[in-house]
Nanobody, 129 residues
Framework: EVQLVESGGGSVQTGGSLRLSCVAS????????LGWFRQVPGKEREGVSL????????YYEDSVKGRFTISIDNTKNTVFLQMNSLKPEDTAVYYC??????????????????????WGQGTQITVSS
């Protein structure tokens, strides 16, 4: 069973930065992907970013491109999300996710095509204006 443990949430003012971390355990396949969803109350969860374990596939939701950077440390099974220039509309609960195994054919629509195999507990990000 894949387990995901997140850390790094919190509150920040507009324009500030935060870094999320997520440690994965129990991954079954060498070729997997780790990423992040977010959810605002009353809205559906949306895929924010994802990175494959071989670093060949990296995706960002359009609204975070140029501001968020995802990275992976395979030696520690840890994924990071560096969030800069935060905006109030980034306020949400952020969930770490694992796709195990990962196939490149999922492509840019991975969040719609492939339900993640595991979810973290969620961490609140609040950006105040």
């Amino acid at each position: 069973e894949v387990q995901l443990v997140e850390s790094g949430g919190g509150s920040v003012q507009t324009g500030g930065s935060l870094r999320l971390s997520c440690v994965a355990s129990g991954l079954k396949f060498d070729n997997h992907a780790l990423g992040w969803f977010r959810q605002v109350p009353g809205k559906e969860r949306e895929g924010v970013s994802l990175i494959s374990s071989d670093n060949k596939d990296i995706y960002y939701e359009d609204s975070v491109k140029g501001r968020f950077t995802i990275s992976i440390d395979n030696t520690k099974n840890t994924v990071f999300l560096q969030m800069n220039s935060l905006k109030p509309e980034d306020t949400a609960v952020y969930y770490c996710v694992a796709v195990d195994p990962w196939f490149s054919s999922y492509g840019v629509r991975w969040a719609q095509l492939r339900m993640p195999d595991a979810w973290g507990q969620g961490t609140q990000i609040t950006v105040s204006s």
